[in-house]
């Protein structure tokens, strides 16, 4: 059994599919194009044709007939079927195809029930990994990703959404509309899957609405921040929280577990953990990928789970790890880099396991 899926743009429940590769523009005069024109933004600087994904569209009045035939293949299926393929497409490459075809189509893209948002789709490629190193020359990239969205975000038949991705960067002193985006995302259009990928240098503050979608069955939090603090949490149908670089207290591991009644997929990767204990009694796999304290006397950890199926421990620093009930467990993955205390009896709480990998490195094994 393999560990936990990454998180794909649409909801758990269906296939992944590999997202199609779009040509970057080099041009920056390409950021001041207006919104309505998006359609040329990949336009290569060289030559008359376009690629977008698997589908070549050209200027040239000649592939006119190969146009057609693909529209003729189109034709024949339902609106929702065209959506739901276009929902393999990040939303700026459905948006851009649907401009390319048939007067039909052109605004097929408000159906397709996955919206995907991501700042490196606006950006040339030299600058995708400068993003935080040259904010003058990022901003008129950033700020047609900020008017695509909004654009997006208002024309969208929001009832049709079932997942929502949005990654981007908040610079320190230019707020952006993503609280407001989030906010009626959570509040008003109720998706089943939301992916949050914010860096932020003085932190973000995701809205409340978040926190009490009642649609919500998987959620992925990624602010590279000082974590959140959501007041109130009521999550009824959660099944899957994954929480990625984030400082997490005590506290509000307390208001998820309290408050995640169908909670069975827990995934913290390399986050800041400041609580002791994990206990829950719904949790079918639980994955602490990169646990950090900070602290020079890390407390002892204690997992606890009646009914796990998978449990992934890789420990960066730790003082003492126990295991209690976890009567159940098919499957244990054990990496421990460095344990203040080494007591070979943490394995009596993991005794009936299937299958174990453990690996201790030679620096715990000599405390």
């Not at 990040?90 to 700042?119: G, M, N």
């Not at 991705?165 to 230019?174: A, F, M, S």
């Amino acid at each position: 059994m393999d560990e936990p899926d990454q998180p794909s743009n649409r909801p758990s429940s269906s296939s992944a599919a590999p997202q199609a590769h779009v040509a970057q523009a080099g041009a920056a005069s390409m950021a001041q194009t207006d919104i309505n024109n998006l359609s040329s933004f990949e336009s290569s600087t060289g030559g008359d044709k376009l690629q977008i994904g698997d589908v070549n569209v050209s200027n040239d009045p000649s592939a006119g007939v190969k146009k057609q035939k693909t529209a003729d293949l189109l034709s024949i299926l339902p609106d929702e079927i065209i959506a739901d393929i276009f929902s393999y497409f990040s939303t700026k490459e459905a948006y851009q195809i649907c401009l390319r075809l048939s007067r039909r189509y052109r605004h097929l893209w408000t159906l397709v029930p996955v919206l995907h948002f991501d700042i490196n789709e606006f950006l040339p490629d030299e600058l995708q990994m400068l993003l935080s190193l040259m904010e003058e020359e990022l901003r008129p990239y950033e700020e047609m990703f900020v008017n695509f969205v909004t654009y997006v975000l208002e024309n969208h038949a929001h009832f049709a959404v079932d997942a929502f991705t949005l990654k981007w960067k908040q610079d320190e002193g230019d707020p952006t509309p993503a609280t407001a985006w989030l906010e009626t995302v959570g509040a008003l259009w109720k998706p089943k899957f939301l992916f949050i990928r914010i860096l932020a240098e003085d932190g973000f503050e995701l809205p409340d609405s978040i926190f009490t979608c009642d649609s919500l069955e998987e959620l992925v939090l990624n602010l590279d921040s000082d974590g959140v603090n959501p007041n109130p949490v009521n999550l009824p149908c959660l099944k899957r929280l994954t929480l990625d670089t984030m400082m997490i207290t005590d506290e509000v591991m307390q208001k998820f577990l309290l408050n995640l009644p169908a909670l069975e997929v827990l995934v913290l990767d390399f986050c800041h953990l400041y609580f002791p204990v994990i206990s829950s009694g719904t949790l079918k796999r639980l994955v602490i990928d990169g646990l950090c304290w900070d602290d020079a006397n890390p407390p002892d950890f204690l997992v606890s789970i009646p009914s796990p199926l998978f449990l992934k421990v890789c420990s960066l620093v730790m003082r003492k790890l126990n295991f209690k009930e976890l009567q159940s467990l098919a499957e244990a993955q054990i990496n421990l880099k460095q344990l203040s205390v080494v007591e070979p009896s943490f394995l009596m709480g993991i005794s009936n396991v299937t299958s174990l990998e453990l690996v201790l490195t030679e620096s715990c094994l000599k405390v």
